[in-house]
């Protein structure tokens, strides 16, 4: 059983920054793709970036490209997702989940865990 943590949400105001963590308790990330996604209020969950087993491959979604950087410390068992130059439609709460695959995987059916979110909020 793996729970992902989130931590480091919170306000900021636009052009800010703000670097969330993804902590795995139980079984680790080692071995495979983690990926953070968001959903924002009357919006469907999407994806805003994933990371491979070993960090060698990612994929940002178009709105983040450029802004967002994930990262993983694997002797930590953390994954990291720094956020600059925020937005106010950068507003969600962020999910943490562990994929099922050593891929930076795309998709959310990939996913086998989820952490609980933690709330960003961007204001103008």
């Known amino acids: 059983q793996v729970q992902p943590v989130e931590s480091g949400g919170g306000l900021v105001q636009a052009g800010g920054s703000l670097r969330l963590s993804c902590a795995a308790s139980?079984?680790?990330?080692?071995?495979?793709?983690v990926g953070w996604f968001r959903q924002a209020p009357g919006k469907e969950r999407e994806l805003t970036a994933t990371i491979s087993s070993r960090g060698a491959s990612t994929y940002y979604a178009d709105s983040v490209k450029g802004r967002f950087t994930i990262s993983r410390d694997d002797a930590k068992n953390t994954v990291y997702l720094r956020m600059n130059n925020l937005k106010p439609e950068d507003t969600a709460v962020y999910y943490c989940?562990?994929?099922?695959?050593?891929?930076?995987?795309?998709?959310?059916?990939?996913?086998?865990?989820w952490g609980q979110g933690t709330q960003v909020t961007v204001s103008s």
């Open positions: 989940a562990r994929s099922m695959y050593t891929s930076a995987s795309r998709s959310a059916r990939d996913y086998d865990y």
């Open positions: 139980g079984r680790t990330f080692t071995g495979v793709g």
